[in-house]
T-cell receptor, first 115, second 115 residues
Framework: GDSVTQMEGPVTLSEEAFLTINCTYT??????LFWYVQYPGEGLQLLLK?????DKGSNKGFEATYRKETTSFHLEKGSVQVSDSAVYFC??????????????FGKGTLLTVNP | GAVVSQHPSWVICKSGTSVKIECRSL??????MFWYRQFPKQSLMLMAT?????????EQGVEKDKFLINHASLTLSTLTVTSAHPEDSSFYIC???????????FGSGTRLTVV
């Protein structure tokens, strides 16, 4: 079945450090890929997305490139801020075989950024 | 944008009672909504797909009679946890998609505590 594997946390960084959170996927078709962010006590917010190979999603300084050859969608940010502290979820969506666009999530990675 | 409102944000109930959680799409129509459950420090697990005007599609292992889903209109889906027990305590999140090319918008979640 379809699955998403993302690097386990927690990840702790100092402010202005470089961030990478790895994400790889397994899918039977051609999925759309997403990164969601969840701040403490809140629901999920879409951070960025990519719908086809080689697409780059970007938002708020975060970037991720859809790599079909390595089935990856790693999240990166050049300089993190304390306000980036949250849980980050990689996810995929397929509309095939009756999946009805449902999202499959990775386990989430907790990021803590210290001043 | 696309806004999904979820209510209540938190609820405490006695064991054996039922609790209803509402999910509304405020500025778009959603023929399909999704209900997730999130355990502490874990990922979101899809419980069911709510379809307007028809029965919900439940994921394997989810009790249909315990988690009643009703999608009465294009803007409202409800999840009722019947005869709640402490093990049902969790964070429940709904989501909806505005269109085929749109990302998923999530509600802010409901923290259910059964005592």
């Amino acid at each position: 079945g379809d699955s998403v594997t993302q690097m386990e946390g927690p990840v702790t960084l100092s402010e202005e450090a470089f961030l990478t959170i790895n994400c790889t996927y397994t899918a039977t078709g051609y999925p759309s890929l997403f990164w969601y962010v969840q701040y403490p006590g809140e629901g999920l917010q879409l951070l960025l997305k990519a719908t086809k190979a080689d697409d780059k999603g970007s938002n708020k300084g975060f970037e991720a490139t859809y790599r079909k050859e390595t089935t990856s969608f790693h999240l990166e940010k050049g300089s993190v801020q304390v306000s980036d502290s949250a849980v980050y979820f990689c996810a995929l969506s397929l509309n095939s075989g009756g999946s009805n666009y449902k999202l499959t999530f990775g386990k989430g990675t907790l990021l803590t950024v210290n001043p | 944008g696309a806004v999904v409102s979820q209510h209540p944000s938190w609820v405490i109930c006695k064991s054996g009672t039922s609790v209803k959680i509402e999910c509304r799409s405020l500025d778009f129509q959603a023929t399909t909504m999704f209900w997730y459950r999130q355990f502490p420090k874990q990922s979101l697990m899809l419980m069911a797909t709510s379809n307007e005007g028809s029965k919900a599609t439940y994921e394997q292992g989810v009790e249909k009679d315990k988690f009643l889903i009703n999608h009465a209109s294009l803007t409202l889906s409800t999840l009722t946890v019947t005869s709640a027990h402490p093990e049902d305590s969790s964070f429940y999140i709904c989501s909806a998609r505005k269109g085929a090319l749109s990302g998923y918008t999530f509600g802010s979640g409901t923290r259910l505590t059964v005592v």
